[in-house]
């Protein structure tokens, strides 16, 4: 199960990957994160990884941070 954290004014979750549609975008990312299972924050990322540079359908841009965490007890 995903949830969504709270950030602190003035943060924000940017999904700014370019590709032939426009931004990645946040409704993109919401999707594909509610496809993948919970658990394993290594997996998570390398998903998200090889959905932007997909996406993108070229050479990256710009850099790319991606932070997952699973919350224990």
Same mark, same amino acid.
């Given at each position: 199960?995903?949830?969504?954290?709270?950030?602190?004014? &003035?943060?924000? @979750?940017?999904?700014?990957?370019?590709?032939?549609?426009?931004?990645? &975008?946040?409704?993109?990312?919401?999707?594909?994160?509610?496809?993948?299972?919970?658990?394993?924050?290594?997996?998570?990322?390398?998903?998200?990884?090889?959905?932007?540079?997909?996406?993108?359908?070229?050479?990256?841009?710009?850099?790319?941070? @991606?932070?997952?965490?699973?919350?224990?007890?």
């Amino acid at each position: 199960m995903w949830r969504t954290a709270r950030r602190p004014p &003035g943060r924000q @979750v940017r999904s700014e990957a370019r590709g032939p549609e426009g931004l990645f &975008g946040q409704e993109r990312l919401v999707s594909l994160l509610q496809d993948l299972p919970g658990g394993d924050p290594g997996l998570v990322v390398g998903r998200i990884r090889e959905e932007v540079a997909a996406y993108q359908r070229g050479p990256q841009a710009d850099d790319l941070a @991606v932070l997952a965490l699973r919350l224990t007890g």
